[in-house]
Every structure is written in structure tokens, then in C-alpha cells.
């Protein structure tokens, strides 16, 4: 999901200056009305896992101008172990007239938005619930961030009716009987959903039919047979008029729909068409970047509803209006986001990181010229503060998981540093695809990304995440050089935003000189220090002043290197003491290098939970051997405040 930046707002003031637009992200980080003692208690989460989905259905009836909404909910599940009753989700203002088990009435037990349902499955077993409910989903007009589950809003612009939900991260139990959990993709999905005649309702997956009931009213009938997770199932309802058009995606036996549902008034299609044709160019270059679109056998598209920015429900985006950012970002999801979905909120990263970096990718290959522009602000946008971590470590705070600046920009920023790492886009894409085939259908971890990336690049790329994604802050470079003959002496030293945190980063870094009568030469050099010095062949003679990372590679501050006769004798400077893990990967123990006391610790799972945590006396060990094979996160602290950032693998 999107919230449109204020710069590509402005180029459209005339029309949507009056659609309250926020800030890149806020619509995902809405706040909730309700109260945090409302959600599930982490027993009561690992109840919920002991089922798993297979099938979601809704029957509604609904309108464009209420939220009101009644019908069923049906959940087809199978219980994992021996479950005498399963637990969902439906928010409290919503009555519930009936519940029925594989078609029989049974009673229940509800408190608040908890409903727990007998099922008496064995282990195996199929089972199928259904939620007769009806009534008012919460309301989000005194929010202003906007948006809850179901929202009734009226386009200022063109004074459209709309009725949509928007369920990421937590909200899709405002509106339907649910499993809110990520791990737990459905299998397919199919939303019924009754209105007035001169409505239209737009849904995921293939519009199988279209009903007329003879009374006023028209059910249309939504079918998606791809997996699907939870928040990403979708209905929007408007007097819409569809306006299709078909993409020729690389690998797509043929071509794919792309089904747009406008509102009816007679200049909002002219207004957009050109902007909505470019949805073609998109899904055609992501083809062929990321691999086969996901959902070719039945479409893509867009509904409109007056929001300002975009959610990448699957096969069937919500969109506040078309601008070529935006619309490429909630198309990239399909991709990252729907067809891999983050497994936790802590990895988000692997969902609007790479949306976001498709943003660049859409400009570089089809505007050239406009994606330098683009970065700049992405890396000034990450400047704005000198602190905070893609990683996000409280995955219950809405705002920290779709944090503009780091969620969005930095992972971007850093997705742009890999790639620079690896200096070969054909094995970029390529092991972008294979991590994309690798985890279909289902969801991973950034620690998944990273040892996929790894594992299909030859390269580590632990030192990476430690510093720029799970690390905080970026460098600022400053140096010095001197020539002498055909020998280039360069003493580059960089300091920390966060030096705290993470007081080094060792991403190579482009130095670019210009020569008399000869083109300008760009050299890479890799700092392993503060202080770094370099002795390199240069032929021809320098002009005028280097340029640092002049292709915008890295995050980094503005800096120089200045000229100094008297560079000449080359000087290591170390880096600060910091702590080295080994053995790493280990299978019973690790020690540290470098420790000058006793430190405090917390060692977190790939998905941010807490697995253990205490201190580290000097010469110390931690002990390891009850642990999973697999990547963690160990967090160390020392008494001054310096934390340092490490993964550790055990075998």
C-alpha cells in the first residue's frame, strides 16, 4: 500500500488537492478506534494456529452509500491436531444471528470480537463454520488518518458514492469472520456481494457472474483460486462503469486482463485513460523483471474509491486516482506483498521495500532520466533523521510498520545498495526470481530474502543486513587524495549518524575523477575502517574535484575529498573495538572478539520474537544449543549505550 508523496500530489492539485491526501504510507498505519485489550492474547493466538484456512467465502449485501452490511461468513478449515472448538475473529459491533458447523446450528461462546465455535475435528479433519452476521463495522470519521475495515466515503472531486474495505494489518475482522494470521494463506477465496441495480462490486479474482435478482438488486459473484492472505481480500461498491483492457506479459499463455472499475461520471474515464493505459507498460516490464505475472489466468485491475494513495488487494487494487508511481507500486505488490507475503509485520520490508523500489525500476526503464531524481529524494527522505532501523521490532505499532522513511524509503535505498553490491543486474533479477519461486504462494522472512539472495548470488550478505537493515543510520564520507605519476593515493574516513549503533559501514563506495583530455574514470574502493587509505593506478591527470558516489548508489551524507600534496604515506587506521561473533554458523556456543566488558544481550527469532536474553560476562559465552537450526538476531548492549547488530546462523 501507497499513500501518494506530496510532490506527485501537487502535480495533480487541480484535481486532488480535495481528496485530503497524507503522507507516503499514513493509509496503512491508520490508528484503530477500538482498544488494544480487544486483541488476542498470545495464547489465544497460538489457539487460532491449531487450524489451518483453506477457504474463504462471503455473502453481503451492501450498499455505496452505508457500511451497514449483512450475510455469511464461511471458513473452511482443517484442524491440525484434535480441536474440540476453533477460534476467529468478528468485530464486536457486528450481532451474529446464527453459527452453523458443517451445516448444523451449533452455540457459541463470544466475548468482545472473540467467537469461539465447537467443531470436535480429529486431527485431518475437514471442517466448515458459518457466521450469520449483519450490523455496523467501526467507524473511522474522527480518525484522521481515515479508513477502518469498511469505510463510506464520498469522492470531493468527482462526488462519487464508495463504499471499500481496507483490512492491512489488523482490520479485516472489522468486517468479516477471520483468522488474522499471515502464515495462514487461504487456498482461494469467493466474495457474493448483493446491491442496488445501479451499482457495481468489484472483488478479487474472475467475475463469474452477474445476477439480477428482479427486486432492485444485482449480486455479483467474485471466484479467486489462488492462495490469498487475509487482509488482502477485498470488496468496493460504486456506481462504477468497467473499462477493460489487456496486457501482454512475458509468460502469460495469453494476454491478461486488466479490469478497471471507474466511476460512472462521464469525465472521470477520459480524465484517467491515458494514466490507466500505462497500467499495460507496467505489468509488461515487472513480467520480465520479477517473472510471469501471478495471477495471469484471471486479472489485474483497479476500483476507485476517494482515498489518497492505493492497497494492493490481490488481483484487484483500491486506488484514490492513477499517477505512474503509484500505480506501478501497488501492481509490483502482486508480486512482492501478495505472491510472497511477509510472514510477520516485522519483515514488511519484503512487501513495501520492494513496491517502493519498483517505483525506480518503472522510471528507469520506461522514463529515463527520472529515476535519479527519484532516488535523491528517497535517500534525502531517509536523511531526514539520523536514526531508526528498516527492521521493525514492534510489529503491533501501525505507524512503525508503514514507516514512510524507513519501511518504505530506506528499504528502497537498500534494496538499491544490493544491488549496487552485486554489480551484475542480470544476477539481480535472476535471483530476485528465484527467491520470488522459491517461496510462491506463501510467505518469508527478510532473513529468508537474505540467505535466498546469498544462496543464488554467491555472495554474504550478512554484513549488509547487519549494518543497513537491521543497523541504524548511514555514513557521511570525507577525504583527501594526491597523485603522483600514475599512482592515485585516496584517504577516505567516514563518520556515523548513529555511531552508537552502528559506527561503520562497509559497502564499497564510487569515487569518480575526471582527467585531462581523457573520460571521466569511476573507481569503487571498499572501506573496511573509519579511516581507509588506497593506493590505485590512474593514468592521465586529474581535474577539478572528485565526485563521491555520483550515481547515487548509497545513502550517505554530503562530503568531499579535497586535494593534499602531502598525501603520500598511507596509514590503517583501525576501526573501533567491535564485537565479533564466532564460531558463526555454530552448533552449541558463541564467544565474542573484542569484548572490554560484560554485556547484556537479546537474541530474537527471524521473526522478531524474544528468545532469550541476560548478560555476557568478558570472555564469556552464550550458549546455544537448545536453539532451531537457523538465523537469530543478537542484540548486544554495553554499559555506555553501544549496541551492535550480529546474525547468527546455527547449524
Not at 484471471?298 to 484487484?316: D, F, N, R, W
Not at 554474504?460 to 599512482?487: I, R
Not at 554458523?585 to 547484556?600: C, D
Request: aromatic fraction near 12%.
Amino acid at each position: 500500500m501507497k499513500y501518494c508523496s506530496f510532490l506527485a500530489l501537487l502535480l495533480a492539485f487541480q484535481f486532488f488537492a480535495q481528496e485530503q491526501p497524507v503522507s507516503c504510507a499514513q493509509l496503512k498505519s491508520k490508528k484503530h478506534l477500538h482498544p488494544k485489550s480487544a486483541s488476542l492474547s498470545v495464547a489465544e493466538i497460538a489457539f487460532t494456529e491449531l487450524y489451518n484456512v483453506h477457504y474463504y467465502q462471503l455473502d453481503l449485501d451492501m450498499s455505496n452509500t452505508s457500511t451497514y452490511l449483512s450475510g455469511c461468513g464461511r471458513i473452511d478449515a482443517e484442524a491440525l491436531v484434535n480441536l474440540d472448538s476453533a477460534l476467529i475473529e468478528l468485530f464486536e459491533t457486528l450481532s451474529i444471528s446464527q453459527v452453523k458447523v458443517n451445516g448444523i446450528p451449533v452455540s457459541y461462546n463470544r466475548i468482545s470480537n472473540k467467537v469461539k465455535i465447537p467443531v470436535n475435528a480429529q486431527a485431518g479433519q475437514n471442517f466448515s463454520i458459518q457466521v450469520f452476521y449483519n450490523g455496523f463495522p467501526p467507524t473511522a470519521q474522527s480518525n484522521p488518518l481515515g479508513g477502518s475495515g469498511m469505510t463510506a466515503s464520498t469522492s470531493p472531486t468527482w462526488g462519487n458514492f464508495v463504499v471499500y474495505s481496507l483490512s492491512e494489518p489488523f482490520s479485516a475482522y472489522e468486517w468479516f469472520p477471520v483468522k488474522q494470521s499471515l502464515s495462514d494463506k487461504a487456498d482461494s477465496c469467493a466474495v457474493n456481494v448483493t446491491v442496488p441495480d445501479s451499482c457495481k462490486a468489484g472483488s478479487n479474482g474472475v467475475l463469474e457472474h452477474i445476477t439480477p435478482l428482479g427486486n432492485g438488486k444485482t449480486t455479483y459473484h467474485w471466484k479467486h483460486r489462488h492462495p490469498i492472505d487475509y487482509y488482502l481480500i477485498s470488496v468496493s461498491v460504486a456506481k462504477y462503469i468497467d473499462y477493460s483492457i489487456f496486457a501482454n506479459p512475458v509468460g502469460a499463455a495469453s494476454p491478461v486482463l486488466i479490469q478497471n472499475y471507474i466511476y460512472d461520471n462521464p469525465q472521470t474515464l477520459p480524465y484517467f485513460q491515458a494514466a490507466i493505459n500505462e497500467t499495460v507498460d507496467f505489468i509488461e516490464l515487472y513480467a520480465q523483471l520479477y517473472g510471469p505475472y501471478p495471477y495471469a489466468d484471471e486479472k489485474y485491475g483497479h476500483c476507485l474509491a476517494p482515498l489518497s494513495g492505493g492497497m494492493e488487494h490481490q488481483t484487484m487494487t483500491t486506488q484514490g486516482f492513477f499517477e505512474k508511481t503509484l500505480t506501478s507500486h501497488e501492481l509490483a505488490h502482486q508480486w512482492w506483498g501478495d505472491k510472497v507475503t511477509c510472514a510477520t509485520w516485522c519483515d514488511i520490508w519484503l512487501n513495501e521495500g520492494f513496491a517502493a523500489y519498483s517505483e525506480y525500476l518503472m522510471l528507469e526503464h520506461l522514463y529515463g532520466g527520472q529515476q535519479q531524481a527519484h532516488m535523491q529524494q528517497v535517500h534525502q527522505s531517509v536523511m531526514s533523521q539520523p536514526g531508526g532501523s528498516i527492521w521493525v521490532l514492534d510489529s503491533l505499532n501501525e505507524a512503525r510498520i508503514f514507516d514512510g522513511r524507513l519501511t518504505y524509503d530506506k528499504g528502497a535505498a537498500f534494496i538499491h545498495t544490493l544491488r549496487y553490491i552485486l554489480a551484475n543486474d542480470s544476477l539481480f533479477f535472476t535471483a530476485l526470481q528465484h527467491f520470488l519461486t522459491d517461496f510462491n504462494d506463501s510467505t518469508a522472512t527478510a532473513l529468508d530474502f537474505k540467505n535466498s539472495f546469498a544462496a543464488n548470488t554467491g555472495l554474504n550478505f550478512d554484513t549488509a543486513f547487519e549494518q543497513w537493515y537491521y543497523g541504524e543510520g548511514f555514513p557521511t564520507y570525507n577525504g583527501s587524495w594526491n597523485q603522483v605519476g600514475t599512482t592515485l593515493f585516496v584517504q577516505l574516513t567516514q563518520s556515523s549518524s548513529m555511531p552508537s549503533i552502528t559506527p561503520l559501514f562497509t559497502n564499497p563506495i564510487d569515487l569518480r575523477f575526471s582527467r585531462q583530455g581523457l573520460n571521466d574514470t569511476i573507481i569503487r574502493v571498499v572501506p573496511n575502517a573509519i579511516t581507509s587509505s588506497f593506493a590505485l593506478p590512474m593514468y592521465g591527470t586529474i581535474i577539478g574535484s572528485p565526485a563521491l558516489d555520483p550515481q547515487n548508489w548509497i545513502v550517505n551524507g554530503t562530503g568531499n575529498l579535497s586535494y593534499d600534496p602531502n598525501l603520500l604515506a598511507l596509514t590503517e587506521v583501525s576501526a573501533p573495538t567491535e564485537w565479533r561473533v564466532y564460531p558463526n554458523p555454530s552448533q552449541e556456543s558463541i564467544a565474542l572478539l573484542n569484548q572490554e566488558s560484560e554485556l547484556t544481550y537479546r537474541l530474537y527469532s527471524a521473526n522478531g520474537l524474544l528468545i532469550q536474553s541476560g548478560s555476557i560476562e568478558k570472555n564469556g559465552q552464550l550458549t546455544l544449543s537448545s536453539l532451531a537450526k537457523g538465523t537469530y538476531i543478537l542484540m548486544l548492549h554495553n554499559p555506555t549505550g553501544k549496541t551492535g547488530i550480529r546474525l547468527v546462523t546455527i547449524d
